[in-house]
C-alpha cells in the first residue's frame, strides 16, 4: 500500500518556526518528486514548495521563498519542510504529495502529484 503520513504540524505565534514531515512506505520514493501544498479554509490547495527525485532541483512559491526550505532524505524515505518567520498567512492545513512519473521533474501543479498523505494542520496566530 502507497502511503504519505505527515506530521509536525502545530499552533504557533508569528515569527515561530516548524518543521513539517512527510514519511513514505510502499512507494517507489526514490525516483519520486515530493511537494508540499498547503490550503487554507476557502481556498484552493496552493504549492508551496518541490523537490526533484535527487534533490537536486528545489521549487518554493513567491510567498515563502527565503523562508521555507526542503529537503529529503531517500534512505529514510522522507521529506521535511522546514518553516521559518511563520505568518498568519501561513495557516492552513499542510499537504506533501507524491509524483511517481517525475523524470525529474518538479511540478508546481497539483494535476501532476498521483499519492498524497492526509495532511497536518499549522496555526500561525498573530
Known amino acids: 500500500q502507497v502511503q504519505l503520513v505527515e506530521s509536525g504540524g502545530g499552533l504557533v505565534q508569528a515569527g515561530d518556526s516548524l518543521r513539517l514531515s512527510c514519511a513514505a512506505s510502499?512507494?517507489?520514493?526514490?525516483?519520486?518528486?515530493v511537494g508540499w501544498f498547503r490550503q487554507a479554509p476557502g481556498k484552493e490547495r496552493e504549492f508551496v514548495a518541490g523537490?526533484?527525485?535527487?534533490?537536486?532541483?528545489?521549487y518554493y512559491a513567491e510567498s515563502v521563498k527565503g523562508r521555507f526550505a526542503i529537503s529529503r532524505d531517500n534512505a529514510k524515505k522522507t521529506v521535511h519542510l522546514e518553516m521559518n518567520s511563520l505568518k498568519p498567512d501561513d495557516t492552513g492545513a499542510y499537504y506533501c504529495?507524491?509524483?511517481?512519473?517525475?523524470?525529474?521533474?518538479?511540478?508546481?501543479?497539483?494535476?501532476?502529484?498521483?499519492?498524497w498523505g492526509q495532511g497536518t494542520q499549522v496555526t500561525v496566530s498573530s
Open positions: 510502499g512507494l517507489s520514493f526514490i525516483t519520486s518528486a
Open positions: 504529495a507524491a509524483d511517481r512519473s517525475s523524470f525529474g521533474r518538479v511540478g508546481l501543479t497539483t494535476d501532476v502529484y498521483d499519492v
Open positions: 523537490i526533484s527525485w535527487n534533490g537536486a532541483s528545489e
